[in-house]
């Protein structure tokens, strides 16, 4: 995510590689949006598109999923829009405000946000990611074939520790 999915070429191979793994591997999406990066607006969102379609588990801020899918919904119903195109997780990160994991087949899972005093948020996201899938990983979930079996209370696990360590790097 991030960066790399602005930068031509490499934004074009790394939507290729998630269309072509896509059939056996679990793909997981954070495309950290930067607009003051993107150059090409509707070709950044047409690559988007595509990968958002063959990703599994899509993680969005609040500030993401408010460019992602724009107009006055909230963010539940902007997250169902998404979990419509094709992933079967949604996790959005809000801040101190916690995180949610909503399921394509239904559900939400919520946590809080760890107390921690800010000094810098750079790399909190992808400190929380590493969290999240470190804890999946842990408990063999991270698997094109087991996604399906991840239940909310396993979700929620994974949240909170995702949390924990991005209390740790902020």
């Known amino acids: ?7 031509e070429p490499c934004a074009e191979f790394y939507a290729e590689l998630a269309v072509r793994e896509a059939r056996t591997r679990a793909i997981v999406l954070d495309p950290n949006i930067r607009p003051g990066f993107i150059k090409d607006e ?11 379609a063959v ?8 500030e993401d999923l408010h460019w992602i899918v724009p107009g006055e919904n909230s963010l539940a119903q902007k997250a169902a829009t998404l979990l419509r ?10 801040g101190s405000a ?11 899972a919520d946590v809080p ?11 909190a996201g992808d400190t929380f990611n590493a969290g ?15 996604l399906k079996d991840i239940h909310l209370d396993q979700l ?15």
């Open 113 to 123: 946000a760890q107390n921690a005093t800010v000094v810098d948020t750079v790399g």
């Open 42 to 52: 509707p070709r950044y969102r047409a690559r988007l598109q595509k990968m958002i």
């Open 85 to 94: 195109e094709g992933p079967q997780f949604l996790i959005l990160t809000r």
């Open 132 to 146: 999240v899938l470190a804890h999946l990983a842990r408990e063999e979930l991270l698997q094109k074939s087991r």
């Open 156 to 170: 929620a696990a994974a949240l909170r520790l995702g949390a924990a360590v991005a209390a740790i790097t902020v």
């Open 55 to 62: 990703t599994d588990i899509l993680k969005v801020s609040d």
């Open 1 to 7: 995510g991030g960066i790399s999915l602005i930068s």
């Open 98 to 108: 916690g995180a949610s994991a909503y399921r394509e087949s239904g559900g939400v």
